[in-house]
């Protein structure tokens, strides 16, 4: 079951055409949710996030399309599933075309898909975890960069390198050859005291759970939080390095070359990143 523009349709149900933007240009954007129980988590950050992404790409935003419409549009799929069931929602927007699909009306369709999760809470998996540069293709630091589009074969063609050679993900480099952030999501590197993520401007996605992780991080004594660029060099120094994204939260990275990693601030963080996803319900409400 999925969601075109309102409608709930079966799996098997055919909705795109030849000319559709997504498919042939790229042309869209997504969020990928949590919802536990009924609740979206981090709905507003997403929603903002969404409709910042879509004015970037000068998309037309219907009166309609509130928070609480999204939020509507997400249950609606979700709820045929049941109450008690977690999932992982993306709703993706495309623009429409015209008849000659290199032009666009900037109006736009969403979908909403849906897959189980199989746990509600965030939880720091400690298996191996082993990491390598990815350097055939460089992102471009540049605000596009910083949107989750459906431009994503820079990702594709390196889990596929990733799987080749038995790694669980890779490290993404922008031009400049810095490390901007991992095939799945942000970056953090700690040493010493000192936690570091790329800053925006570098290339990296303007992730959810970033912008989360750093707001708890801001409130630790024990660390200073630094936004700066991280240079290869620094990855066999540091003492720990984690990923994040929205749907699987903290993942520790355990091995790069012959550097092997801890987790002790992970599981530090674990726990409050859950209470901030809690948190972010009961404020809804």
């Known amino acids: 079951m999925f969601n075109f523009n309102g409608k709930l349709l079966n799996e098997d149900d055919k909705i795109l055409d030849a000319k559709n933007r997504g498919l042939q240009w790229g042309d869209a954007v997504y969020e990928e949710l949590r919802v536990v129980s009924g609740e979206v988590i981090f709905l507003e950050e997403h929603y903002l996030r969404l409709m910042s992404s879509m004015r970037i790409l000068r998309m037309?935003?219907?009166?309609n399309f509130t928070m609480e419409f999204m939020e509507e549009e997400i249950l609606k799929t979700v709820l045929k599933e049941g109450l008690k069931v977690t999932k992982r929602v993306k709703f993706t927007v495309f623009r429409n075309s015209e008849n000659d699909d290199a032009l666009a009306n900037?109006?736009?369709?969403?979908?909403?898909?849906?897959?189980?999760?199989?746990?509600?809470?965030?939880i720091l998996e400690e298996n191996e975890y082993e990491v390598e540069l990815f350097k055939d293709f460089y992102k471009?630091?540049?605000?596009?960069?910083?949107?989750?589009?459906?431009?994503?074969?820079?990702?594709?063609?390196?889990?596929?390198?990733?799987?080749?050679?038995?790694?669980?993900?890779?490290?993404?480099?922008?031009?400049?050859?810095?490390?901007?952030?991992?095939?799945?999501?942000?970056?953090?590197?700690?040493?010493?005291?000192?936690?570091?993520?790329?800053?925006?401007?570098?290339?990296?996605?303007?992730?959810?759970?970033?912008?989360?992780?750093?707001?708890?991080?801001?409130?630790?004594?024990?660390?200073?939080l630094q936004e700066l660029s991280i240079s290869p060099f620094e990855l066999q120094k540091a003492d720990e390095l984690f990923t994040i994204n929205a749907i699987d939260g903290i993942i520790s990275i355990t091995k790069y070359r012959k550097k092997v990693y801890s987790n002790f601030v992970a599981k530090n963080l674990i726990g409050k990143l859950n209470a901030a996803a809690r948190m972010s319900v009961s404020k809804a409400i």
Do not use: H
């Open 60 to 63: 037309e935003i219907p009166m």
């Open 106 to 122: 900037n109006s736009i369709s969403y979908i909403v898909t849906t897959s189980i999760l199989p746990n509600p809470f965030y």
């Open 140 to 224: 471009n630091a540049s605000m596009l960069s910083n949107l989750d589009t459906t431009n994503k074969i820079l990702n594709v063609v390196g889990r596929i390198y990733a799987q080749e050679n038995d790694y669980n993900d890779c490290l993404v480099l922008n031009e400049q050859k810095q490390v901007i952030e991992s095939l799945n999501g942000n970056i953090f590197l700690i040493q010493k005291n000192v936690i570091k993520t790329p800053p925006l401007t570098d290339g990296c996605l303007n992730g959810i759970l970033r912008k989360k992780v750093i707001e708890i991080i801001s409130k630790l004594e024990d660390y200073e």
